[in-house]
């Protein structure tokens, strides 16, 4: 008998219908021999309905009664995928995140989970239900509720598995598995049997939106098997995310092309080439808690140096306006000077690790089809480039056909 833990995602339980579909799903993984726990999201579209209402209310929701406000979207779902299951004959039990007493810190809206009481879980498994629990939710040590951010359902799914000790965490979604690159730009991206940790952990950080970055982290820190399948297909075995590396006599070198559009390049033009001025640039950009990705300081000369760093599009106004409001004359900078039309592209693959010449080959394919780098950043595993907005889907297309992605191994 395995123990299974399942998550569901908001377009899996959008609908009545699709929650039933859901029921049968997890009644025939029962009926298989298995324990399963299964978590839910909120129904598609509820959350972002309650963020509107709050914001009706006050511009600026107070984060604690927030937190009360949204969490009621999984209690919803949960409420009516028990019903599911015991109306097609199978037992079921809810439980919210406070119920389960998944325990957080106290930092409303975006809580990291501390500690997992498992023994009610533990307990309704033995005598025969399935347990159902509300993701993207916790609770403080004052009692109070608390949210874990955008995308917290995966975490919660991945930190039931590990404290059960899960043979396996299942993430259903709307697609059927992680793909070589998205298919959308690229129909000949291939779906990936197996993937590493470290690599879907670059991938989701470099923009892949299959899974959430700290769901990914969470798996990788407890050894939790993480497999990713679609709710809308009755067949299929997804992609395996594992600690273990493919059991081939030859790895591809290259797993993946990730990408991002929201990038936004800023350079501060002219300052002083002195120790610390790293820091008096980014230290007001992260004091607004705006998160900073690529970062290059050109060679000094004649006393000062040129610095560039990017951040979410989303943030290029304000991480702008706090440079010359607060830097710039300070630090006797020459000029600010930004782009908010860039994009950022990545080729990953723990096979980087023993082949040499990737980042020439990447290089090379993009100068020939004219597009220039304006930023580079590597890891032991990835290489990323800044690129020109307008060029980056015939970039990734070219980097998918260079690296041979398309090729079935």
Sequence with gaps: MALIVQKYGGTSVGTPERIKN????????????????????AMSGETNRLIGLAKEIQANPDPRELDVMVSTGEQVTIGLLSMALIAAGQKARSYTGAQVRILTD?????????????????????????????????????????????????????????ALKADECQIYTDVDGVYTTDPRIVPE???LDRIT????????????????????????????????????????????????????????????????????????????DRPGIA??????????????????????HDGTTDFSFTVNRGDFAKT?????????????????????????????GVGMRSHVGIASKMFRTLSEEGINIQMISTSEIKISVVIDEKYLELAVRVLHKAFDLDQVV
């Excluded at 820190?221 to 679609?230: E, F």
């Design 22 to 41: 859901v029921a049968r799903r997890v009644a025939r993984s029962v009926a298989a021999g298995n324990q399963v726990v299964v978590v839910v999201s």
């Design 106 to 162: 106290s930092a409303f809206t975006k809580a990291r989970i501390l500690a997992i009481d498992e023994d009610k879980m533990r307990a309704d498994l033995e005598s025969g239900h399935v347990v159902v629990v509300a993701g993207f939710q916790g609770v403080d040590e004052q009692g109070n509720i608390t949210t874990l951010g955008r995308g917290g359902s995966d975490t919660t799914g991945v930190a039931l598995a590990a």
């Design 189 to 191: 991206a291939r779906k």
């Design 197 to 272: 940790f470290e690599e879907m952990l670059e991938m989701a950080s470099l923009g892949s939106k299959v899974l959430q970055i700290r769901s990914v982290e969470f798996a990788g820190k407890y050894k939790v098997k993480l497999r990713v399948l679609s709710s809308f297909q009755e067949e299929g075995e997804g992609t395996l995310i594992t600690t273990e590396e493919n059991n081939k006599m030859e790895q591809p070198i290259i797993s993946g092309i990730a990408f991002n559009r929201d990038e936004a390049k800023i350079t501060v033009l002219g300052v002083p």
């Design 279 to 300: 820091y008096q640039i980014l230290g007001p950009v992260a004091d607004a808690n705006i998160d900073v990705d690529m970062i290059i300081q050109n060679v000094g």
């Design 320 to 348: 702008k306006a706090i440079l010359e409001e607060q830097v710039k004359g300070h630090i006797g900078a020459r000029d600010i000077v930004g782009d908010n039309r860039t994009a950022k592209v990545s080729v990953v």
